[in-house]
């Protein structure tokens, strides 16, 4: 297949990326292009696994001759050619790295421009000398507070947070925020060498002793003398000693564990850093002012309010014109429906749709020309009356010159887009087709759609007589975040959605019903964070399927003969997996300049286990082979193992059916770790009354995975549960039984209840941006 300079398509032949079966497809340039089907029916794999992932190759291979020889090792899509690609840009629904340091200004760059205002146009007190932009930065040498290093707060500890109990001795645990295991015991071991006594009570030591103790800075280096254990023998050793507040420090600061680094915070006070009085910067800097406000003081205002102070401060030509190029990039962001976001608001607090918003706003000021840009489901966590504003970019983004290719499950941005690709039928397996490629109203031809039902539906769903609650729990007063002092009550034994713009405060309220609760059983709270942030963590070990499947190998009669326990069969541990990738079935390739990225390991080619595992087998499959199998596929396989089979159904009843056992959890979305939390749940069901919360459960779903979703949540509130969901899904929310609707703004002019009642109620409430919409799906 050739295709002229001049052809306008990007031209795909013999696709096979995941469950992509041989597809070839043609798609226009210079258009918005929306990608759909259900969840897994392999949108995702022609969309970013195939189309980006030849533009990333192709740009790897232009811009560093050295690493071709990788590039096969990157691995390269498995698709015959595609022609007529441009370069390409790709805006994922990745979470960003946990860093206080990330914020909604370095992600957009916005904070580089307010510095070089501040630098360059700022008001300077008498005599003072101009600083660099650097000075203005909390992440720099130059700019950081010396007492708190740029962070604005400081952590300290205190006898009583590293001693609960006073009244232990120290060979009993008194110190409770020293490590467990060896490095726990190695640290009392060091202390009685020295001389301390670690069998009195920790109150009846000497004062001067328990400072030193918890908070020298002293680390003495002294031989020790194990205690002799029965059938153990341990040779003397040089231990060196760490005070307490030095461990927890030094794990809080430098740890990349998130477990251990949240275990230590436990043992910390935080409070605004004394010098900079949570300013992040050094005196000098913080001397500074703009329009009468310090960098600080702006950084911390919603974008709307930083916009107003701006168009009204500074004189002189240069303060013109670095204002006028942030008012700019600032009306971006907020066209984006962001403009209750401050620049100091740190990365992590962000959804991954904010964050996805965010990259597209610093694309949009890029100006690049004649690009693709692939995105993933940009509407997520989305507003109806945010996106409107959305589909404006995007159609910017194409009228600037662009190509526009979106994987999106909103029916409103399908409606805009000038082509469709529509693929499945179903997922897994069952999907890995194009079923049409074309203008969006020729789908209505397309009888195997699974998307035609949706996009051409008549009228609204049959009206439903909300339920009736069998009590009412009481929230607040809440002061956290833009709640002010807010209460309500939550009718139990109901399905209720939680509504308004993005920023209205939906989260924050959700996220403070914790503890005891009267007339509550349980409390599970279900979020999108990932089950797990490297490789190792899949769907079967999250489950608990894992150890059912081990067991099973383990009871074999080849492994029993060969002496292989369950451990043999876990890529976890040393003993069955392949040790040159420990398991993960990936090498990381560092590349100079770039991301490092994943290969498949060379050894085990991804296998995970040594050949010798792999030869056992259970009913005919090795355990990779196992861990290779979908959900679907897995429950036939498994059909007569209780334990397995019930870990399956609740799989497969929240639509996850087409996930492998083994894939790693890096791969999942956040809907999909969503929702495979909610299936471990529901696997576990208990008697007695459950309170369900969850934050946007439909995220990432086609309106068919919708509808078994929303069957499994009813469900839960026939057995006598009770349901809270965060939703902008307008069919969803016309579904409960009641809905609370935030608002009317978000940032500072959100944070209220605008209206709750049933669905028909809130739809003809006044002041609500949520009713129009709301109103529509009720019809």
């Not at 078994?708 to 549960?721: F, W, Y």
């Not at 965060?726 to 605008?754: K, Q, S, T």
Request: aromatic share 6%; charged share 20%.
């Amino acid at each position: 297949m050739h295709s002229s300079p001049h052809d306008p398509y990007v031209r795909v032949r013999g696709a096979r990326e995941h469950n992509l079966r041989g597809v070839d497809v043609d798609i226009p340039r210079d258009a918005l292009v929306v990608f759909t089907g259900v969840s897994g029916s392999g949108k995702s794999s022609l969309a970013f696994g195939t189309i980006y992932a030849e533009a990333q190759r192709r740009y790897f291979e232009s811009v560093a001759p050295y690493a071709r020889r990788l590039i096969h090792q990157i691995g390269a899509p498995k698709v015959g050619e595609i022609t007529g690609l441009p370069p390409a840009v790709s805006l994922e629904q990745r979470r960003s790295a946990p860093t206080s340091r990330s914020s909604v200004g370095t992600v957009t760059t916005l904070s580089n421009s307010l510095r070089m205002l501040f630098s360059r146009a700022g008001d300077y007190p008498e005599g003072a000398a101009r600083l660099d932009s650097d000075a203005f930065s909390p992440n720099t040498a130059a700019g950081a507070c010396p007492e708190c290093h740029g962070l604005g707060r400081v952590h300290r500890t205190t006898e009583e947070l590293l001693v609960p109990d006073p009244s232990l001795p120290i060979r009993e645990g008194a110190i409770a925020a020293w490590p467990g295991a060896w490095q726990g015991k190695n640290l009392r071991d060091v202390l009685d060498a020295l001389g301390y006594d670690v069998d009195r009570p920790w109150r009846e030591l000497d004062s001067k002793d328990r400072d030193w103790i918890l908070f020298t800075d002293e680390q003495p280096v002294v031989t020790v003398h194990p205690v002799r254990e029965a059938g153990r023998f341990q040779r003397p050793y040089q231990g060196t000693y760490m005070s307490a507040r030095r461990y927890v420090m030094h794990t809080f600061s430098g740890s990349r564990s998130q477990t251990l680094r949240a275990r230590a915070e436990q043992f910390l006070t935080s409070e605004p850093c004394p010098v900079c009085r949570g300013g992040r910067l050094r005196p000098e800097a913080l001397a500074v002012t703009f329009a009468g406000r310090t960098i600080a003081e702006l950084a911390s205002l919603p974008l709307t309010e930083l916009a107003a102070v701006l168009r009204g401060g500074g004189v002189g030509e240069t303060a013109r014109v670095l204002t006028a190029d942030l008012l700019a990039r600032v009306a971006t962001v907020t066209e984006l429906g962001l403009g209750y976001l401050s620049l100091d608001r740190a990365t992590p607090t962000l959804s991954s749709g904010e964050l996805q918003r965010l990259r597209l706003a610093t694309q949009l000021r890029s100006g690049l020309f004649g690009v693709v840009y692939v995105l993933d489901e940009p509407s997520a966590g989305l507003h109806p009356a945010d996106t409107e504003a959305l589909l404006v970019v995007l159609d910017r983004l194409k009228a600037g010159g662009n190509t526009v290719f979106v994987v999106e499950h909103h029916l409103d941005v399908v409606r805009r887009a000038d082509w469709l690709v529509d693929v499945g039928p179903h997922a897994g397996e069952h999907g890995g087709l194009v079923l049409h490629s074309g203008p969006p109203q020729e789908l209505a031809g397309v009888a195997e759609s699974a998307t035609r039902r949706f996009l051409f539906a008549t009228g609204p769903a049959p009206a439903r007589t909300p339920r009736e609650p069998s009590g009412h729990l009481r929230l607040g007063p809440l002061t956290r975040h833009n709640l002010r002092g807010l209460t309500t009550r939550l009718p139990l034994g109901v399905l209720t959605a939680v509504t308004g713009v993005s920023g209205s405060g939906k989260s924050t309220l959700v996220g403070s019903i914790t503890g005891e609760l009267p007339g509550v059983g349980r409390l599970v709270a279900v979020d999108q964070k990932p089950i797990g942030r490297t490789p190792r963590s899949n769907l079967a070990t999250y489950t608990g399927l894992f150890d059912v499947v081990r067991k099973l190998f383990a009871a074999t009669g080849e492994a029993r003969e060969r002496g292989y326990r369950a451990g043999r069969f876990s890529f976890n541990v040393a003993g069955g997996r392949c040790e040159t990738c420990q398991g993960e079935g990936f090498v990381s390739v560092e590349l100079l300049f770039l991301p490092s990225t994943y290969a498949p390991c060379p050894d085990c080619e991804g296998a995970r286990y040594r050949p010798e595992t792999l030869e056992v087998g259970y009913r005919g499959r090795n355990i990779a082979e196992v861990l290779d199998l979908t959900v679907e596929a897995a429950s036939a396989f498994f059909a007569d193992v209780p334990a397995a089979a019930r870990s399956l159904r609740a799989l497969t009843d929240v639509g996850l059916g087409y996930l492998r056992l083994g894939q790693p959890a890096t791969e999942l979305s956040g809907g999909e770790a969503q929702r495979i939390k909610l299936a471990s749940e529901l696997q576990r069901m208990r008697r007695g009354h459950t309170l369900y919360v969850l934050d946007e459960p439909t995220t990432g779903l086609h309106p068919a995975d919708v509808e078994v979703l929303m069957r499994q949540l009813n469900g839960l509130v026939d057995a006598g549960n009770s349901v809270v969901v965060v939703e902008h899904d307008m069919d969803v929310v016309a579904g409960a039984d009641w809905v609370v609707d935030l608002g009317p703004g978000g940032g500072d002019e959100g944070g209220r209840i605008v209206a709750s009642g049933t669905p028909s109620e809130v739809a003809i409430a006044r002041g609500s941006r949520t009713a129009p919409y709301l109103a529509g799906a009720l019809g």
